[in-house]
């Protein structure tokens, strides 16, 4: 197959596509229905302190027309920690009801230690504002969805000027609370009695959700290795372009000796724009795999805490069948306060069992309702980024254009 | 039969229609290259009109190495010859996919195969273009298009490798050696009557340096071009495993991850490629290939400030025998033989320099000027691509 005429290329992509293209529509009717007026935009790292007691602080802008907040346009002063704190409330009150919550961004001790003890460099430039684009897709994802949105304690992060600061944030990290959440998949795991799956959603949602995170960790580290070799390729371009600037100035014909260092600051252009595009593939594509793969294992989570949920129903049965055979054996002892109390133990473990299968069908019906939006948020996420990174690759090859044909007489120009 | 000729690093090569070659076709077998060198001539020296022979890469240099070592050509400039094929990149490689064939799918690994196997092609083509070019700077050259050895080359359909033996008994690689060992110092230190070569002595070492450090900067920019190209394989079939595990009920995802891989694929890896290849060929195949020419130049200067030191010596040594009063007609002799030898030393090398640095010229405006085209076509053809990928991705 030539690529030489665009349109043939073009046109075999569209070949291979065209079955999905009628599935189109079905998106554009469910894209029509909720739209959350709110951005959150994390500005402005400022370093508070000096040493180990340092800090960063960030601006924390909310611009919104829903009515729950006070005003249309406000901002506030946040550290790292509030996040963390943020996000503990939030899992403690709603991940074990089956609500799928965006984990935090994680804790990077080398990264913080550098930037405190005051280096000015690249490095932890770029640590800064990779920490800034994190936590700002972590609200943003926080308050797209519609119950945390409501959360007095969200609401409170964003608003108010003065906030509690969040204390023991060891254990608060979303990989503490993960780590939480996975003992409870352990525990599961360590159960005897083995979980009857009457519906087939769960188990086919689950295996999805297994094959996704493969797939997902997979591509994250292939999209890592690009941006790898293209910063890579960047400071190789950069050092052509001195070499030939060099050998420019070394040549001894004149139309040559320029249209040399010509090249040479082309080359250097050219550097830029591979740095530039290394960014994009950096944030448009490996962040967002990392992410996702983070939040993959709180959906996990969320399943997990179904089982749990189960088991804890189970056991309340369990539990009641014992006090019942108890029950019978009492009466035919003569033991009336003992058969009382067990009467009574056996009223309260009833109310327990009911609330517990009342628990488990909650939990369920919630995680249906969650994977199905977290799944709809998904597929925009990723599409919207594809765009986004290929219009970051349409800018490149447009630059790529400017600079060659701007070269090109200067090539010509050589006799 | 190799479909694409691949345009030449040096130009105003095979011309003349009373000579002319080309390589069209080549073997590789295991290790060995086996090219077939294809001859057309009016001459009436060759006894046929127009013939072929089978060569390997040894052959090349035994050839090239009997004409460096001839003192007739002492004046000229020898074409650099061919560097040896190299194809441990992807052999490396290939090896490498056969250890790690148990953790990819089967259509992960026939794409990494069929990329390989086009790697393979693309050092073939290479090495092929090469050979042909020392060639058909041979035969351009009005003196050396007339040796012997280069006739025998051509024509002799017996295998060469008895004669290479034979060469190197005889010449012992003595003189190849002496220039092996180009002693910068004496060039550099000799004292320089000749405005001309005092120029080009100064220019040539310089650039000689420059055009190093270049080439091999030039090489490790087009490894990172095709490291990207070989990444963007990788991910397109790594999103291609990612789409078929999305659920039916979105097909959109489906759709999107689809036409995403294919672009990167087809349209990414191939235009990637692309440039990474046309880079190599007209970049940094074009600095290689005028840095061993400007080695061959020096190796010009070298020997002619070997003849003007031996000018100088039998010089002193006609003092010292006229003060002796012994072997003075010898000795005069001498002196005018190696005053001879440098004069036609310096006649032919003053010619092949300046004829080197049109030429240098030339190709180094065609290939940059072709370079700068393809650049331009490959970003055009992507720039379509791409937009044709956002335009039906955002629904329009």
Redesign the interface.
Known sequence: ?S?DA??H??I???E??LP??R??L???EEEGGDSFDIHISVSDPEKVGDGMNAYMAYKVTTKTSVALFRQRDFSVKRRFSDFLGLHSKLASKYLHIGYIVPPAPEKSIVGMTKVKVGKEDQSSNEFVERRRSALERYLMRTVKHPILLKDPDVLQFLESSELPRAVNTQALSSAGILRMVNKAAEAVNKMTIKMNESDAWFEEKQQ?FE??DA??R??HA??E??VC??K??SV??A??A???A??G?????T??SR?LSQ?AEVEEKIDQLHQDQANADFYLFSELLGDYVRLISAVKGVFDQRMKTWQKWQDSQMLLQKKREAEAKLQFTNKPDKLQQTKDEIKELEGRVQQGERDFEQISKTIRKEVSRF??D??KD??MS??KY??S??QT??Q??KY??A??PE??A?? | MLPEKLRSVSVDLNNDASLLIDIPDALCERDKVKFTVHTKTTLSSFQKPEFSVPRQHEDFIWLHDTLVETEDYAGLIIPPAPPKPDFESPREKMHKLGEGEATMTKEEYTKMKQELEAEYLAVFKKTVQVHEVFLQRLSSHPVLSKDRNFQIFLEYDQDLSVRRKNAKEMFGGFFKNMVKSADEVLIAGVKEVDDFFEQEKTFLLDYFSKIKEATAKAEKMTRSHKNIADDYIRLSATLNSLSAEESTNYYIIKFCLKLFQNFLRVCLKKVEGRVASDEELKLTELLRYYMRDIQAAKDLLYRRARALADYENSNKALDKARLKGKDVSQAEEHQKRCLQKFDTLSESGKKELTNFKARRVVAFRKNLVEMAELEVKHAKNNMTLLQGCIELLSGN
Do not use: G
């Open positions: 197959m690529c665009p349109t290329c073009f075999r992509i569209i291979i596509s999905f293209c599935f189109f079905q998106i554009e999805h094959n996704l797939q997902l997979k591509l292939s999209v290795c690009l070799h293209r890579e390729l190789n371009t050092q052509f001195k070499s030939a060099m050998l100035n070394s040549e001894d014909h139309a040559l249209a090249l799944e709809k998904r597929v990723f599409k594809i765009v290929l219009e690759l349409v090859q447009q790529l254009i060659w044909e070269f090109l090539a010509k050589i006799s």
